[in-house]
């Protein structure tokens, strides 16, 4: 059974930068994809990153040149660091497999942008 644990999140100002983290309880890294999710309030979830099992990345339009996944695999961990920071990026973020798993959704963790 997998289990995704994501942590970092917090209040960050505008402009500001965060680092999340989501460690895997079972090696999956070799095997899927991996992708950084995230759901504003009243919005439906969006995938804003992916890593290849292979290392390629793809991103969202939205976050393009700001956001960085990236992954340790021999720490099972899969790392998003956001920098310039804006308040459309409040949301709940989570990782997932991309494409993502219905049984693998953590509790994902809160990053806020506000002044």
């Known amino acids: 059974q997998v289990q995704l644990v994501e942590s970092g999140g917090g209040l960050v100002q505008p402009g500001g930068s965060l680092r999340l983290s989501c460690a895997a309880a079972?090696?999956?890294?070799?095997?899927?994809?991996m992708g950084w999710y995230r759901q504003a309030p009243g919005k439906q979830r969006e995938l804003v990153a992916r890593?290849?099992?292979?290392?390629?990345?793809n991103y969202g339009d939205s976050v393009k040149g700001r956001f960085t996944i990236s992954r340790d695999s021999a720490k099972n961990t899969v790392y998003l660091q956001m920098s310039s920071l804006n308040v459309e990026d409040t949301a709940v973020y989570y990782c997932?497999?991309?494409?993502?798993?219905?049984?693998?959704w953590g509790q994902g963790t809160q990053v806020t942008v506000s002044s």
């Open positions: 997932n497999t991309a494409p993502p798993e219905d049984n693998y």
């Open positions: 079972g090696s999956i890294f070799g095997i899927y994809a």
């Open positions: 890593i290849s099992r292979y290392g390629f990345t």
